[in-house]
């Protein structure tokens, strides 16, 4: 018994270890990944981020070299601090309290000491750094905007955050990433790939050499420049004349789908977003409730398209064969709804396609949209054909355009009014405001834009795009070279195309000619409403055009919507009028138009729903 | 007597064991301490270098050992055991501090651990004093008498401190059981470190249900002739519960916060994530690395020089005390199970040696190489393992350092020797 005691407490031993190593080293085993090592160091190499230019090849976005000074408090040594500090150009005091800030947040890795020196500061710095043991200097690069203009196009890069890290294992703490627009979007192609290097190192963070003798590292590879199909003229001279104005504006070059100009009012500098004052000025911008600055209204504001859709109803009834462009309508300066009247500015008589558009005449399109519906036995049938002709323009879905943000706008289905009104308990005379562009259609400014160019193109369009060339070399992406064909067949284009050059000639927009360019357009004035204390109160219209020029051969096509600016050749007609000179002939020739853009300001108008007191609305007043 | 005839008669199993032991002890001790700028393995001033050193030296010193009369040990043992109190002893005066214990002699070329000796004499001078004839172990008398020799050089050394050398010492007395102390001193000792670990685990009021229940299973149990011994059997259970008490008292009141960390830490005490981490980071450190290092390992292991967290020195201590874990980063458990298996074969090896000697010096001297070896590398594994508290004490033929390995070789060659004798032996 005594003999064996000591053998089983031997062998029981034995068995214990072996038993607590094979849980170590065979159950609870997960393979040391490089990763999780604490005694490898990943040290990245960032490749440049690549820089963004305009169609013509004009700088948009590039970098700018910024210079911190760094400290590894456990590697300073005695020093000249006097010395030191007046070649940093920083007094004792802080000199002491950033070393300590950064032992606290610890001795062995590098902190911040000074950050962002300039260009002659580091300069003069550069060579005497290696005097001073433990404090060296770390290039950064900075975004560098050479343009006042586009920051909702061309978005803007922060720090990535927990759901960034948790969404894409590319990234680690600390690192940036495209945040919105063409930053966000094209973050792939411009941030390039970082290099690795794997430093093995020991328990006091200390690098002993490369692991595995370097095998794993990689080399950073270059972020690649872009084009983007912006015009950094238009673009800029857009954003001038929406001085103290909100809305959208959205240029197209028809032929393409390129996006010419993406302008959203108020907007502000993107060079705001960048360095050491960006979180306040983020922040400033963020929470202006009011005229919201960071909400890009050229792609994300749904609004009543208003007149210009009176063009798409008259397409629709053409291909539907249920007018001619010789069909008469009567106004009587109005039209009723059941026993209500609503109103016609166009001054009454008997319309006919042509000035049905020109002088935009409410009655006509009335009935011009019920006649499309009596086409039909059912209002459900004759709504899902309207539903798919207006669909083909790109309105009520998303564009599939290459920017990250968007809004489907509305053209309203059956199945909509079933929900709102109850199956079947509703009628033409229930939808009729759509026929003038009111009602319960909504679309985006791009959308408004996409659809004239597809009327510019008489049928077709291409799916609007920002991005034009990688890297000097053109793209091509299919989606975006593919034309997408609309439900109207190409001759029916031509009257109503008329009808909208006529809109220069003797319509609404007469006095927005410009010399020598045949523009089309159509004036668009949209009653909208706000609550004050949930009270429904009316609003001074909003201004709405939408044009495209030349009319034989279109370059551009453009839709301008001006929340609050009245009548629709009032602000966006003279916005839409002098960018399409701006982009055509490259001057302006109407310096009195252009001055008054440049100066009106629509803030006093913006002000009233927030003064407290009664308002007037719709005042004629320049 | 030839040396010749020594060679013949040697167990060369053990020493194909020690070997293969030192063996892979000094390849985990060089991937431990190298460096890419090391030029030779026979560089000197590296602690690989040095280690090598020390294992020629272990060589050599194996032949005087064999070459010494055997009943040289039997008849100097005493005076090697008196030798070694004295320098026990010295240590107050002329010690040398090194990682804050006053265990070394500087002898200038070589630090001497009188410890170590300490160990080899005492087993010796234990084997003597239990092999006389005089000695009868049934006499409480001689019993004290035994435990002295084993006390003494323990008490010396505790205040170095060392408390794993000092506990080695106590690992001696399974040479007193196995020569005639009753066995219920040691189930007494076993029961009250039970008693102890489910107190800090359950809590006394645990205990006390525990043992409610086994009286209950038993009285139901028993049959019904068996009359039970009511005084003692109440006698037990009530000290038993004082002593659960006295556990929790002195854990609370008694330790320092360091200890019961330690104890927090072995036993999973602590539950909350935030006191984990800052235990892992503080006491914990060096079995949180440690064990952090064996798992990485995995089956295969890393390969030789590969371990990223012994190149970093995350392991504390890594060449000593916690060589080990190299074992388990760079050779995974195929590398760990080898040493433990070596281990076990050695040490059931040096079992039935032991049984089978002629003499009782030999056997008790064997029994005392066992039990020091075998605390060695349970405490040791335990510890790096972490199964057991942090207790510093070096695994015998593997961790760096001089003294250590001479008196391991020392220690086990001596018993060889006096197994290579043992048919001379009577004659």
Known sequence: MKKLLLSSIIVIIGITFLGRLSYLQIFSFSPDQVLEDPAI????????????????????????????????????????????????????????????????????????????????????????????????????????????????????????????????????????????????????????????????????????????????????????????????????????????????????EPSSGEILAMISGPTYDPSLLVGRERSKNYSKLHYDSISKPLFDR????????????????????????????????????????????RGCHCGGGLRKLNDGIYKSCNAYFAATFRKIYDKFETTDDGMDVWEKHMKSFGLGQYLGYDLPTGKKGRIPSKEYYDKWYGDNRWSSSYIISNSIGQGEVAATPIQLANMTAAIANRGHYFTPHILKKVDGKDISIPDFVEPKHTTIDKKHFEPVIQGMADVYEKGTARWLQIPDVKIAGKTGTVENYTKIDSVRVQLTDHSVFVAFAPVEDPKIAIAVYIENGYYGSRYAGHIASLMIEKYIKGEITRKDLEKRMLEKTLEKEYAKPYSGKEFKINEYVW | ?????????????????????????????????????????????????????????????????????????ERFSSVLYIISMVLLLGLFAFGKTIAGATSWYDLGFFNLQPSELAKVATALALAKYLSDIQTDIKRNKDQLYAFLIILIPAILIIPQPDPGSALVFFSLSFVIFREGLPIYYLG??????????????????????????????????????????????????????????????????????????????????????????QIRKTIGYNTYQSEKAIESGGFWGKGFLEGTRTKGDFVPEQHTDYIFSTVGEEWGFLGTATVVLLFTFLLLRLVYLSERQKTGFARMYGYGVISILLVHYFINIGMVIGVLPTIGIPLPFFSYGGSGLLFFTALLFIFLKLDANRLKEGI
């Open chain 2, 188 to 277: 007494i000792a076993f029961f009250a470190i039970l008693i102890f670990v489910t107190t800090l685990m359950f809590g006394t009021i645990w205990i006390t249900i525990g043992i409610a229940l086994i009286l209950i299973l038993f009285f139901l149990l028993k049959k019904k002739k068996f009359k039970v011994p009511v005084i003692p059997t109440t006698i037990a259970v009530v000290l038993t519960i004082l002593f659960s008490l006295s556990v929790d008292f002195v854990f609370n009141n008694v330790f320092e916060q360091r200890h019961r960390d330690r104890f927090s830490l072995w036993l999973r005490l602590e539950k909350d994530p935030a006191k984990l981490e």
């Open chain 2, 1 to 73: 007597m030839s040396g010749k005839s020594v060679l013949k008669r040697i167990d060369w199993l053990s020493v194909l064991f020690y070997v293969l032991l030192l063996t892979i002890g000094w390849v985990n001790i060089y991937s431990s301490t190298f460096s890419e700028s090391d030029s030779s393995i026979f560089d000197f001033s590296t602690l690989h270098g040095k280690q090598l050193f020390f294992i020629l030296t272990s060589f050599a010193s194996i032949v005087i050992l064999l070459a010494l009369e055997a009943n040289f040990y």
């Open chain 1, 41 to 252: 160091k990943r040290v990245y190499d960032y490749p440049e981020r690549g820089y963004i230019y305009d169609r013509n090849g004009k700088l948009l976005v590039g970098n700018d070299p910024a210079y911190d000074v760094m400290v590894i408090p456990r590697e300073v040594r005695e020093l000249d601090t006097l010395e030191f500090c007046s070649l940093l150009g920083i007094d004792k005091a802080k000199f002491k309290k950033e070393l300590h800030k950064a032992r606290v947040y610890s001795p062995r890795l590098p902190s911040v000491f000074v950050p962002q020196l300039s260009k002659e500061d580091y300069a003069r710095l550069q060579e005497k750094m290696r005097h001073y043991r433990g404090f060296y200097i770390q290039k950064r690069s900075l975004r560098y905007y050479d343009t006042k203009s586009a920051a909702n196009v061309l978005g803007y890069i922060s720090e990535v955050n927990d759901r960034d890290l948790a969404k894409n294992p590319y990234y680690v703490q600390g690192e940036l990433t495209g945040r919105t627009g063409v930053e966000k979007q094209y973050e792939d192609i411009l941030r390039g790939r970082k290099g690795v290097q794997y430093i093995q190192k020991d328990r006091y963070n200390r690098d002993i050499g490369k692991y595995k003798g370097g095998i794993m590292d990689t080399l950073p590879e270059q972020g690649l420049e872009i084009n983007i199909t912006i015009d950094k003229t238009l673009q800029e001279y857009g954003e001038l004349l929406m001085n103290g104005k909100r809305g959208g504006i959205v240029a197209l």
């Open chain 1, 298 to 341: 050229s792609i994300l504001a749904e609004g009543s398209p208003g007149s210009p859709f009176k063009t798409l109803n008259a397409l629709v009834a053409l291909q539907e064969g249920v007018i001619t462009p010789n069909t008469t309508v009567q106004c009587y300066n109005g039209f009723y709804v059941g026993r209500k009247k």
